[in-house]
């Protein structure tokens, strides 16, 4: 992994800040949001040439297009993107397309605290931050053996639900899983599920304050999946399969949700104790990041997964979310990442969010 030593020393040389991002997943809104706060950018894209659908949207459009023949090749030419004093914002498909070793590796100014990966990445790791946070989860079972109820079962890593699938015994569940893929089972509750983006500030100290920074919430949304739908989840599997049909959790698009006021304490106190947790075991998260949940009939939360970057669903949001806007008009997820960039970089405290 890249030290931070090494970082800090590159940032040093730092003047006038770029933000790139990998052309693919949020990066529309992250261009948006960087050129609103002042910021070159710059798109990474694979092939040998620039991608068109950015002349579609020319407010979205990267200033300068960084062209690679694989995304391996991002990790060999990482001074060339310091020598134009670009800061990475990570997204999921960045890491993902890279591969989170390799992102560890690369040696280039990262919006985040890239240590919060392995916490991540690794879903026994992932449940002993989350429990330890005493955020109530799914029932996970060890063995398919013990499967005696319904179960999502899903790959590690982040892969928008391809692969995921949904079993209520051992012999469905060997009928479908991938050999040689590390994979997790939980127990499949039933509810509606919402997805919390929150952004976490070591920076502010107003608003919802922590033990150090504040935290907000900048929107919620549901997803569409392909070719699942909600009603046939659990009772029509089986027929389905004998026509040849396997249910899948391919994310296609974003819904956006308002959630009921009532339960926005219980939102706020879980993103808390989920940040607190954080802090004490690999010094904090930064920045934007999402609980995966479901609501139960009885109002209660259920947290599956946490993503501790920014999420496709804040794509819904690029002119502020009915959460954002109470805060400040129009701020997007992406806006706000280059906001607290600008921040840190008025006060020199680049180092305290960049890694």
């Avoid at 995966?292 to 209660?300: A, H, K, M």
């Avoid at 959460?323 to 600008?342: K, N, Q, V």
Wanted: hydrophobic fraction near 40%; aromatic fraction near 12%.
């Amino acid at each position: 992994m890249v030290t931070r030593n090494e970082i800090l020393g590159i940032l040093g040389d730092y003047r006038d800040l770029a933000v790139v991002t990998v052309c693919s997943h949020s990066s529309l809104q992250l261009f948006h949001g960087a050129r609103q706060e002042g910021f070159r950018t710059i798109g990474i894209a694979v092939g040998n040439k620039p991608p068109k659908f950015y002349d579609a949207f020319p407010r979205a459009k990267p200033d300068e297009f960084f062209l690679v023949d694989s995304y391996d090749e991002i990790l060999d030419r990482a001074d060339e993107l310091v020598a134009k004093n670009a800061v990475a914002v990570p997204h999921g498909s960045f890491v993902e397309y890279m591969g989170a070793k390799n992102f560890l590796k690369l040696r280039l100014p990262t919006f985040g605290n890239r240590r919060v990966l392995s916490w991540e990445s690794d879903r026994e790791k992932q449940r002993e931050w989350l429990e330890g946070a005493g955020v109530d989860m799914p029932k996970r079972f060890r063995r398919p053996s013990d499967i005696d109820r319904p179960v999502f079962v899903k790959y590690y890593g982040a892969k928008g639900g391809k692969g995921a699938f949904i079993a209520k015994t051992e012999k469905e569940f060997r009928a479908a899983i991938k050999p040689g893929q590390k994979y997790t089972i939980q127990e499949y509750v039933v509810g509606t599920r919402y997805y919390v983006h929150y952004f976490y500030s070591p920076l502010l100290e107003d608003g919802y304050r922590l033990s150090r920074g504040s935290l907000e919430m900048l929107g919620i949304d549901r997803r569409d999946e392909a070719n699942i739908d909600e009603m046939y989840k659990l009772g029509a599997q089986e027929s389905l399969r004998e026509y040849g049909l396997y249910p899948t959790f391919v994310v296609t698009g974003n819904v956006p949700v308002v959630l009921r006021e009532s339960l926005l304490p219980t939102a706020f106190e879980m993103g808390e104790r989920v940040v607190e947790a954080s802090l004490d075991l690999f010094g904090g998260m930064v920045g934007p990041f999402c609980l995966e949940t479901i609501v139960t009939d009885r109002l209660r939360f259920k947290v599956f997964e946490i993503s501790t970057r920014i999420v496709a669903g804040t794509n819904l949001f690029i002119s502020g979310s009915p959460y954002s806007d109470l805060r400040e008009a129009g701020m997007s997820t992406g806006r706000r990442i280059a906001r607290e960039i600008r921040l840190a970089q008025k006060e020199d405290r680049l180092g305290e969010i960049l890694s």
